[in-house]
């Protein structure tokens, strides 16, 4: 299984919203996130995600969710237990 980050499957999500069309203002609102063109409207949008949304961990599959001030866009979707698991063998 190929590990994804956080940005990757953020990223794809914008897509799928930009896809889906809408008001105008909106639509620009997600491109410019998606182009990393307006970074405090990514950032939250960013949090909020992460806040509101349920993982599947790259490593062992089991669903969490992580305290979105403490995930970075560049992380990898790893569980704290497999994160321990990592950090510990290594």
């Known amino acids: ?3 994804a ?3 990757e499957l953020c990223d ?3 897509e799928e919203l930009i896809g ?6 909106t ?4 491109v410019n996130m998606y182009q990393e063109t307006d970074t405090i ?3 939250c949008e960013f949090e909020n995600w992460v806040d509101g949304t349920s993982f599947a961990c ?3 599959n089991r669903a969490f969710s992580p305290d979105p001030q403490a995930v970075e866009e560049e992380d990898y979707v ?3 237990k497999c994160t321990r698991q990592y950090a510990t063998a290594y």
Do not use: F, P, W
């Not at 889906?20 to 203002?25: A, E, K, M, P, T």
């Open 78 to 80: 790893i569980c704290s």
């Open 12 to 14: 794809e999500r914008l």
């Open 5 to 7: 980050t956080y940005k």
């Open 27 to 30: 639509i620009v609102t997600m």
């Open 20 to 25: 889906l069309g809408g008001d105008v203002g």
């Open 41 to 43: 409207a990514r950032h």
């Open 58 to 60: 790259q490593r062992c």
């Open 1 to 3: 299984m190929r590990n």
